[in-house]
């Protein structure tokens, strides 16, 4: 945008918050990032970078639970209690009721954020009368909110190259995750929030394996211990989803190792088997042939392009 119309724009496309700066001047020049995303069920998910603002909440009639992650710089939140808190890179999981007033003040600021309708979430909310008191609380960086965290960042990282279908199956983990990670928390506990708080386990647990598909130890117990829960429970979440974890394992490696062994790149099948998660190339070759059929040289042959009746022979000699 043309320095002078800049502001004005970045002000109208943030309708759930009232932005501004210290003064005219900052105006003139204002420089600033976004990139948006915007689901279909009314949650976004966005990765700002911009020059220093104060932010105004509860100025729309949206109701809706902030989530946030602190990439650089600070934010300083004063709420309308005049209590006050500053994030950075190293706090928490930021989470804010954006109903509520209340002022921020950013220095120098990147950040992810993702908002979820308070009607998807609100009776998580009533069962933890004291987490959101303020309209501001702070979500330790372990079990379903740091797995959230991560997967904020990953998803600003990725920026552009997602498309369409590959953002949306993202969000919808992202709010998965960020229900569970309400969830999780020990401030009362509602029957009610269960269901979800499963949903966001298996969701987390499936997200963990991808991330962990190369690490040869990966084991329910690790899986259980990063989103938070019993081995035993789960394996029920999984079972309710009519799937076992060893086999969504096993499917995730297999995946992943057909699509390099399809790629142009031409990796070494040493070098898939260790990227896999198998301890040496000989049992990944077994596992490999006893789930596809054909060992690893003979389905990277019959993914080749070039005469089919060729890559046919290939195959049965090999």
């Known amino acids: 945008m043309p320095a002078a119309q800049r502001f004005e724009f970045w ?20 420089r600033a990032d976004l990139l948006l995303h915007i689901a279909d069920d009314g949650a976004t998910f966005g990765r700002v970078t911009s020059d220093d603002v ?30 006050r808190r500053t994030v950075n890179p190293l706090s928490g999981l930021a989470v804010i009721d954006g109903s509520r007033p209340m002022t921020t003040v950013t220095k120098g600021i990147s950040h992810v954020y993702l908002t979820v309708p308070t009607a998807r979430i609100g009776h998580i909310l ?4 004291g987490m959101l008191r303020d309209g501001f609380c702070e979500i330790p960086q372990d079990g ?35 229900i569970g990670a309400l969830a999780q928390m020990p401030d009362g506990h509602d029957p009610a929030c269960d269901g979800r708080l499963d949903q966001a386990y298996h969701a987390a647990a499936c ?8 690490h040869p130890d990966l084991t329910a117990e690790k899986i259980a211990h990063a989103v938070g829960c019993s081995r035993a429970h ?35 099948i040493e070098q898939v088997a260790l990227a896999c998660g198998f301890a040496s190339p000989s049992a990944f070759t077994r596992a490999f042939r006893d789930w596809s059929g054909a060992t690893p040289s003979a ?6 392009p070039g005469d089919p009746s060729q890559r046919e022979t290939s195959v049965s000699q090999a």
């Open 11 to 30: 002000r109208s496309i943030h309708t759930f918050i009232d932005v501004d700066v210290s003064g005219q001047d900052a105006r003139k020049n204002f």
């Open 54 to 83: 104060v932010t105004r909440f509860a100025r729309s009639d949206d109701e809706y639970v902030m989530f946030g992650v602190s990439l650089s710089g600070t934010a300083t939140f004063t709420t309308h209690s005049d209590a």
């Open 126 to 129: 009533t069962g933890k009368t």
């Open 144 to 178: 379903l909110a740091g797995l959230l965290m991560s997967h904020l960042v990953w998803m600003a990282r990725q920026g552009e190259r997602l498309d369409k279908p590959s953002t949306e199956v993202a969000m919808k983990a992202a709010v998965d995750l960020a």
């Open 207 to 214: 997200r963990y394996i991808q991330l962990h598909v190369g």
């Open 234 to 268: 789960l394996f029920k979440v999984f079972a309710r989803h009519g799937q076992a974890v060893g086999d969504v394992v096993r499917a995730e490696r297999f995946g992943r190792a057909s699509a390099l062994l399809a790629s142009p790149s031409a990796w070494p």
């Open 299 to 304: 389905f990277r042959e019959q993914m080749r």
